[in-house]
């Protein structure tokens, strides 16, 4: 076995293995239902399969220009300003990117320097703040309200200043399925109104959402569309999570610095499944409905664990639930998502891994993006403990 000859000195001293990778691993290992990791267990609709495969038999198997193909940036213009009202430019403002991670990553090092404050909300989804660091950029933490996850508008005031380079936003939230009213986004809006901060706004679940709720894009509000680059996913949309197809838009001026560091990370993503998914958003009954589609799921779930020792607020969108287990044990919730693996064969994934300090409020994540058959078994695991 090779022997390294020397110590490195590691730009990302306290990141390990992501939550994630470690709870699928544990899952597998012990033969756990797996509702840690964030991806679908159905199959992708088979329209979108036989239209990649078209366009693969007919040679579309070499690089995509760096943006993106035209037809799908042209088809995501369209489907944004017949939703949010906003026209973007598909030549100067929208990329397609390798998922919406690389569009997140992209885009803090492109306008990130040494020096910049990024103000990122907790409990937060894990990519964010490695990427500021490794960007020489320092993250100020702004904790959501543990009770209902709600933003600490006081607290964001005296978080910002002349150093703020980036606030990063997300709606509907990871992990907590929290949803963003409109007087939030206005409210951010009018925080940011005489700054030069720039708004990274993650709404990979744009079109997961519950109870006759809204998603307020950035896009729609007239006060950050200037200021904000918006990151969307196909994966997440489409059941098609391997794929990792993304995409960002924004005004031509963020987009030319984006698409400056994107060029020298991916250059381009798939040109196949570029074309088929230009041709799949055409019929936009093929999104619209997905609130619909996953809110059976979180009924169903959270139906299937009524009687259970859980406490609960129904998610407000994603396809993720929190489960309260302070009733059942107060162990850390690290330890209960892994022992509850291997000893009840239920993967789930702990809270407290979200916040920059550790918070336990003993609170675990479920994804419900499964079958029936998934969920039912999951759910008679839960309810017996």
């Known amino acids: 076995m090779p022997q390294f000859p020397f110590s490195i000195s590691s730009k990302l001293p306290r990141v390990g293995t992501t939550i994630f990778t470690t709870m699928s691993k544990l899952a597998h290992e012990y033969d756990a239902v797996n509702l840690s990791q964030g991806f679908p267990d159905f199959a992708v609709d088979q329209k979108l399969i036989d239209l990649a495969s078209h366009y693969m038999n007919l040679g579309y198997n070499q690089y995509a220009p760096m943006p993106g193909v035209l037809p799908l940036r042209q088809a995501l213009s369209t489907k944004m300003e017949a939703l949010y009202g906003t026209s973007y430019d598909p030549n100067d403002e929208i990329t397609i990117t390798s998922g919406a991670t690389e569009a997140i990553y992209t885009a803090i090092t492109a306008l990130v320097k040494e020096g910049d404050e990024v103000l990122i909300f907790t409990p937060a989804y894990d990519c964010y703040a490695p990427a500021v660091e490794l960007s020489g950029g320092t993250c100020v933490f702004s904790p959501l309200d543990p009770e209902d996850y709600s933003v600490d508008w006081e607290n964001v005031f005296k978080s910002i200043n002349r150093k703020t380079r980036l606030v990063i936003i997300n709606t509907p939230h990871n992990p907590t399925g929290a949803v963003w009213s409109k007087k939030d986004m206005e409210k951010l809006g009018t925080l940011l109104e005489d700054t030069q901060a720039i708004v990274l706004s993650d709404e990979v679940y744009e079109h997961i959402i519950f109870d006759d709720n809204v998603h307020y894009s950035c896009a729609a ?44 990370n991916v250059f381009s993503t798939m040109t196949p499944v570029q074309y088929a998914l230009a041709d799949y958003l055409a019929d936009p009954s093929n999104y619209t409905g997905l609130g619909k589609f996953y809110q059976q799921k979180r009924d169903l779930f959270l139906s299937l664990i009524e009687g259970s020792r859980f406490k609960f607020k129904p998610s407000g969108g994603t396809y993720f639930q929190l489960l309260n287990y302070s009733a ?15 000893e009840h064969r239920i993967a789930s994934i702990p809270i407290s891994v979200f916040y920059h300090n550790p918070q336990d409020n003993c609170m675990l994540r479920f994804c419900f993006a499964k079958g029936e058959d998934t969920l039912i078994q999951a759910a008679n695991i839960l309810k017996s403990l």
């Open 221 to 264: 509000i007239p006060s950050l569309i200037n200021r904000s680059l918006i990151v969307s996913s196909f994966g997440k949309t489409f059941h098609a999570t391997g794929w990792k197809m993304g995409y960002i838009a924004g005004p031509a001026e963020l987009m030319k610095e984006f698409r400056k560091v994107h060029q020298f």
């Open 328 to 342: 059942i044990e107060q162990g850390n919730d690290v330890e209960v998502a892994q022992r509850w693996t291997k």
